[in-house]
């Protein structure tokens, strides 16, 4: 019998259009009807906050994903944790020391929130706000004719 290839299916990346991704992002919060969706609700309101022009997708069988100029986060539940993971986030200050998973990469670092923890508010905008201007300059210099 053959092999089946490692390679047979990627994982799906599809964007929902972001009318359908916000609504997508609704119904899983309705869904999590615990602490886990209190705390996404509220990193999401802090998220758009931060950066009005926040675009928000969904990507990677139905996590929540908040893009400008690129990914600046994503939104995933678990049991014990609703965990944000910054896509640059190796590349930001963190002053106020959220990042507390993930820390080991090159790239990415994450907050897990765990039940009845408060959300620093202000660093997190600050930390929102320095992923924004990653993206952004990351996008210009992509655009800028090379030398």
């Not at 990627?10 to 609504?23: G, K, L, M, R």
């Not at 899983?28 to 758009?48: N, V």
């Amino acid at each position: 019998m053959p092999r089946a290839s490692s390679r047979s299916k990627p994982i799906s990346t599809s964007t929902a259009a972001p009318e359908d991704a916000a609504q997508q992002i609704d119904a899983k919060i309705a869904a999590l009807d615990d602490w886990r969706g209190k705390t996404l609700a509220q990193l999401r309101s802090i998220i758009h906050k931060a950066d009005p022009d926040v675009v928000e997708t969904v990507k990677w069988r139905g996590v929540p994903v908040w893009e400008h100029d690129g990914i600046l986060c994503t939104g995933e539940t678990y049991k014990a944790a609703v965990k944000m993971t910054f896509a640059h986030g190796a590349k930001l200050d963190d002053p106020k020391g959220l990042f507390n998973s993930s820390l080991e990469g090159n790239t990415r670092r994450a907050i897990d929130v765990h039940e009845g923890e408060k959300i620093n508010e202000a660093a997190l905008k600050a930390l929102i706000r320095a992923a924004v201007a990653f993206n952004t300059a990351k996008a210009k210099a992509k655009k800028s004719p090379s030398r």
